[in-house]
């Protein structure tokens, strides 16, 4: 998430200690500094625009509200980033989403479901869950990171203590496994 470069909103240490200190214009300036970036992290969940706009208010909401909890320690791009993320997930996790079956809808998974003569095919949960319970420990760890929490290779190696290439060696092992599993099961 990139924050945009505005010479009006001066220096993000001063836009910080103006939301601390409840300054609406400072708040403006960080909810119109990092808009652009929670908009386009939302897209990648295919929420309704209702949706992003809302969790992106609710994100700076908390943001504003906790303002006080931020140290300066890590970047305050990442701190919001995670609110957000949370935001999202909670937002899955609390919404009356049907929870038996996913119904997966990329044009990938529809032009192999359609040579398999089984497009949009209804995934059972359940099983998902199973197969990534099957897969090693840290190839596990890392596409339950990756895929389900959305962090990106470089937080994910720092945070399991490896190379981001052997991150992504891992998410790649997961994704063939996964695969593989999964047109076992309904292939």
Same mark, same amino acid.
């Given at each position: 998430m990139k924050p945009v470069d505005d010479h009006i909103s001066g220096d993000i240490e001063a836009i910080i200690d103006g939301c601390r200190k409840n300054n609406r214009a400072s708040q403006k300036i960080l909810y119109d500094r990092y808009f652009e970036g929670l908009y386009a992290h939302s897209q990648s969940y295919r929420l309704t625009g209702q949706d992003v706009i809302s969790l992106i208010n609710e994100t700076m909401l908390?943001?504003?509200?906790?303002?006080?909890?931020?140290? +300066? =320690? /890590?970047?305050?791009?990442?701190?919001?980033?995670? %609110? *957000?993320?949370?935001?999202?997930?909670?937002?899955?996790? $609390?919404?009356?989403?049907?929870?038996?079956?996913?119904?997966?809808?990329?044009?990938?998974?529809?032009?192999?479901?359609?040579?398999? +003569? =089984? /497009?949009?095919?209804?995934?059972?949960?359940?099983? %998902? *869950?199973?197969?990534?319970?099957?897969?090693?420990?840290? $190839?596990?760890?890392?596409?339950?990171?990756y895929a389900v929490q959305g962090?990106?290779?470089?937080?994910?190696?720092?945070?399991?203590?490896?190379s981001e290439s052997n991150s992504k060696y891992h998410l790649g092992k997961a994704r063939k496994l996964m695969a593989e599993k999964l047109k076992n099961n309904h292939g």
């Open positions: 908390k943001v504003f509200q906790n303002i006080d909890t931020y140290q +300066g =320690k /890590g970047a305050f791009e990442s701190w919001i980033h995670m %609110i *957000h993320k949370n935001n999202i997930l909670n937002h899955f996790r $609390t919404s009356n989403r049907d929870k038996t079956d996913l119904i997966f809808d990329s044009e990938t998974v529809s032009f192999w479901g359609e040579v398999n +003569g =089984k /497009g949009h095919a209804p995934l059972d949960t359940e099983y %998902i *869950h199973r197969a990534m319970k099957s897969l090693p420990s840290q $190839t596990r760890e890392v596409l339950e990171l962090y990106r290779h470089t937080e994910i190696a720092r945070k399991l203590n490896m």
